[in-house]
């Protein structure tokens, strides 16, 4: 019974989170704004409870597996959950639905964190079916608007679809291995032609979600259509549990299998950083600009996820750190200069720096983060994804994704342009944010300065790992 | 008359997932497509317990892996249904050709 407590703490957590909120939401009465910061608290203390009696076991019969690890990277989630409740208060504050809201968040949370500790193919499947059939619902949220209904459509369609596919793929891999346990498939592998197709279609599965380049043509409709607090998750939270599950079943489930996935990375990672670039460079629409943006980072996230070790595993895991700060930054701040002017094309950005010079700077850091220019931890998180890469001895792999990082250079200060030294007519006017946005974002930017300077951080995850 | 055995529900069901693929791919109406999920999860199933019942039949895990599909198919329909109702009311059609405002 211990053990289950303590094991099981942060899903029993987030559980008794959603609990309370239902009450709330059933009994009336609070207004909106001393109920999101409620919640904020809440959060916090979901965020901050992540840190304590983080151990190692497993439960039900190995269908739930833990570690410090693990739980470091749910720290890592909560982390992006509590940074978007207090970077969209302003949004928030106005919906009618802000139960609601945090419902469906909560609960593809709470889908992501089983789905990291999950250690059976069943119970992964559920997992991932808890982490976005509720995120479809919340790309809805705008109900009256045209574009987030279609958004949410063209999201649950190919989601499901993919499902199917993994479904398709995990019912061969139990033809041909009779077991569906992650302990036991290695050792039954043995690269048969069925295997490899079975593979294939998991792989697939995992594209879909990733946004890896053939399967990526939903994420940009979806980014621009939902509200800008949903965006934001998906591209943050959502993408980063995946990797998170995606390397873990590639380095302990198909390991003997790492020939075969070596190749098919090497391509994907390739297809995907050239493709997310070429579409970043003539979006206009600041939403769609970092979901090619966003895609184009997951073909990093590959060239670390390649290497096959516990460097690549420390890498992407300090890199996707980065990233919940360097996006959330670049998102908070379009939500803010979306919900007060209704503005989001790039064109709209001119003359920022003029009005709004703190908004202008966090953006600034935020690109430079996310184009990894060296003082920002965007730097660090992009070497070590390329040392780790390189470890196999491929360098004109390396030298094609560092090519990459030049073009992307390109059209992130394109963005920096226009907000600092581009004259305009009409720029925002000047905002006036909350102090809950203000805190988040800097927050935001404490973190993209001083996770790359503090060296202990890194140290720290490869110890872990 | 001959026993049908693995061989033959394997193949029905790869038939059933390239129906649902097929299907889900040419057909506009979004009420169609869903049915086309619905046959490639159906395709899942049949694979599931043919494998459970002439390979691995000393343990249960297709036989559940299946009952949860049923149940997950059920979640996933309510909430699809639910977005395609939405998106009705605001485009007053629901072929996939109309809802088009996001491109490229």
């Known amino acids: 019974m211990n053990e289950f407590l303590t094991l099981m703490k942060s899903e029993l957590v987030v559980t008794a989170i959603i609990f309370l909120l239902l009450f709330i939401k059933i009994g009336r009465g609070i207004k909106n704004e001393s109920l999101l910061s409620l919640i904020q608290v809440l959060l916090l203390v979901n965020l901050i409870s992540g840190f304590f009696f983080n151990k190692e076991g497993s439960l039900f019969g190995d269908m739930f597996h833990t570690s410090t690890l693990i739980a470091f990277q749910k720290n890592i989630l909560s982390l992006g959950v509590f940074l978007i409740s207090l970077l969209c208060a302003d949004w928030l504050k106005r919906s009618q639905h802000l139960p609601e809201f945090f419902l469906l968040m909560l609960s593809a949370l709470l889908g992501m964190f089983f789905m990291i500790s999950s250690g059976n193919l069943l119970i992964f499947y559920l997992s991932l079916e808890l982490a976005t059939i509720p995120v479809a619902a919340m790309a809805n949220f705008d109900l009256e608007k045209k574009r987030s209904s279609e958004g949410a459509m063209k999201m649950i369609l190919s989601s499901a679809f993919s499902s199917g596919i993994l479904l398709f793929g995990i019912s061969l891999l139990y033809g041909a291995t009779g077991t569906i346990s992650f302990a036991e498939i290695p050792q039954q592998l043995d690269s048969s032609p069925l295997q490899i197709l079975a593979f294939v279609l998991l792989f697939t599965a995992f594209a879909f979600k990733l946004s890896i380049v053939p399967f990526h043509l939903w994420t940009a409709d979806v980014y621009e259509g939902s509200p800008i607090a949903v965006t934001a998750f998906l591209s943050v939270i959502s993408k980063g549990s995946v990797a998170f599950i995606f390397i873990s079943t590639l380095y302990k489930v198909f390991q003997p299998m790492h020939d075969v996935w070596y190749t098919l990375l090497v391509v994907l990672a390739i297809a995907t950083m050239v493709i997310g670039n070429l579409f970043a460079l003539r979006q206009q629409n600041i939403k769609r600009f970092l979901a090619f943006s966003s895609i184009a980072q997951v073909g990093f996230i590959l060239v670390g996820i390649s290497s096959g070790d516990t460097m690549g595993l420390t890498a992407v895991v300090y890199f996707i750190l980065i990233y919940v700060f360097s996006n959330l930054a670049a998102f908070g701040v379009a939500s803010v200069i979306s919900e007060h002017s209704g503005k989001e094309t790039i064109d709209d950005y001119k003359g920022l720096y003029k009005t709004n010079p703190f908004l202008s700077w966090i953006l600034a850091l935020a690109l430079f983060s996310l184009a990894g220019i060296p003082p920002t931890a965007g730097f660090f998180g992009k070497l070590f994804l390329l040392t780790a890469g390189g470890s196999k001895g491929s360098y004109w792999f390396i030298t094609v994704a560092a090519l990459n990082m030049v073009i992307s250079l390109y059209y992130y200060l394109r963005v920096v342009r226009a907000v600092f030294m581009d004259k305009n007519e009409n720029p925002v006017e000047s905002i006036k944010t909350g102090t809950s946005v203000k805190l988040a974002l800097i927050i935001c930017g404490a973190g993209i300065v001083l996770t790359g300077l503090l060296s202990w951080i890194f140290d720290y995850i490869q110890s872990l790992s | ?104």
């Open chain 2, 1 to 104: 008359m001959m026993e049908p055995g693995l061989y033959h529900i394997l193949f029905i069901s790869a038939a059933l997932f390239f129906i649902g693929v097929y299907g889900f791919l040419t057909r506009r109406n979004l009420i169609t497509m869903l049915m086309s999920i619905e046959l490639i999860l159906n395709s899942v199933n049949l694979n599931f317990i043919a494998f459970n019942k002439y390979l691995w039949p000393h343990k249960m895990d297709g036989l559940f892996f299946t009952l949860f599909i049923i149940a997950i198919a059920a979640a996933e329909a309510a909430v699809a249904i639910a977005i395609i109702i939405n998106l009705y009311r605001s485009h007053q059609s629901i072929d996939v050709e109309n809802a088009e405002d996001l491109k490229y």
